[in-house]
């Protein structure tokens, strides 16, 4: 059984900071690409970054995250992280995580991220 398990989520000030995990078991996590996404109510998902399976750990993030986001992943730990800095009210989602490998894709349960004074 697949499950990917995000954690660290919460209420953070303008200009703070969170990091966000993924842990993932059930899968060979090593070779699945890993992402983050978030969503507001009534809105579509949103793609927020990526990063790559093998050594070239490549990453690819949405433009209004750049610069303030920063995914990586431990595949010892089969964890992929989101650390979120500079955080505005903009950033307040539901963020999930997500492993794809060719057809094969899964989800997380979402944690919220409210950032507000």
């Known amino acids: 059984q697949v499950q990917l398990v995000e954690s660290g989520g919460g209420l953070v000030q303008p200009g703070g900071s969170l990091r966000l995990s993924c842990v993932a078991s059930g899968i060979s996590f090593s070779l699945y690409v890993m992402g983050w996404y978030r969503q507001v109510p009534g809105k579509q998902r949103e793609l927020v970054a990526t990063v790559t399976s093998g050594f070239a750990y490549n990453t690819n993030y949405v433009d209004s995250v750049k610069g303030r986001f920063t995914i990586s992943r431990d595949n010892a730990k089969n964890t992929v992280y989101l650390q979120m800095n500079s955080l505005t009210p903009e950033d307040t989602a539901v963020y999930y995580c997500?492993?794809?490998?060719?057809?094969?894709?899964?989800w997380g349960q979402g944690t919220q991220v409210t950032v507000s004074s």
């Open positions: 997500h492993a794809l490998r060719g057809g094969n894709h899964y």
